[in-house]
Structures are given as structure tokens and as C-alpha cells.
């Protein structure tokens, strides 16, 4: 059993930078690929970025490459997902995941999401 609980969301001018984070309960966290999602009103969830359990391998949506980093730290059970240059088109809620692989996240655990509002 893995619990997650999203933090860092908020409000923020087109252009800004916000670091979402996500921290994990449990022992096997370093076990778990991890991911962040999102769901804009009136859309489907769609997923972010994705990281391996290692940290070595990292997959990002189209939407948000050469913006958007995703990065953990196992001794802190923690994932982060580091925005930059964000777009009023980047407002959602944002959700994260646990898998245990990247293939299969959005198939096991979630958060219950954060909300990121960017103003034009």
C-alpha cells in the first residue's frame, strides 16, 4: 500500500516557475516508478512525465518537454515535478502516481491532486 499527497500547487502569471511535490508513505517507495498527471477542466487526465524507480529513465508529455523536469529522492520518499515557463494551457489539477513500472503508471496508486492555475 502506497499513500501519496501532493503539494506546491497554486496560482501563477504565465512565464512563472512552480515545483510540485509528491511525498509517498510506505518502505518500497524507491520500488515504485512515479509519475505526475493532469486533468484541466472539461478534459481528460492526461499524464505529464514519468520517472523509474532508479531515476534513470524520465518520459515527458509533448506538451511539456524542454519545460517541465521530473526528478525523486528516495531517501525522502519524495517526487517532484519542477515547472517552468508555465502556460495558462498548463492549468489543472495535477496527480500523482505510483506503478511499478513506468508502462503501468496511472494503473496503481494516486494522490489527490493539486491545483495549478496559470494566469495569462
Known amino acids: 500500500q502506497v499513500q501519496l499527497v501532493e503539494s506546491g500547487g497554486g496560482l501563477v502569471q504565465a512565464g512563472g516557475s512552480l515545483r510540485l511535490s509528491c511525498a509517498a508513505s510506505g518502505r518500497t517507495f524507491s520500488s515504485y516508478a512515479m509519475g505526475w498527471f493532469r486533468q484541466a477542466p472539461g478534459k481528460e487526465r492526461e499524464s505529464v512525465a514519468a520517472i523509474s524507480w532508479s531515476g534513470g529513465r524520465t518520459v515527458f508529455a509533448d506538451s511539456v518537454k524542454g519545460r517541465f523536469t521530473i526528478s525523486r529522492d528516495n531517501a525522502k520518499n519524495t517526487v517532484y515535478l519542477q515547472m517552468n515557463s508555465l502556460k495558462p494551457e498548463d492549468t489543472a489539477v495535477y496527480y500523482c502516481?505510483?506503478?511499478?513500472?513506468?508502462?503501468?503508471?496511472?494503473?496503481?496508486?494516486w494522490g489527490q491532486g493539486t491545483q495549478v492555475t496559470v494566469s495569462s
Open positions: 502516481a505510483a506503478s511499478i513500472n513506468i508502462a503501468t503508471i496511472g494503473q496503481g496508486y
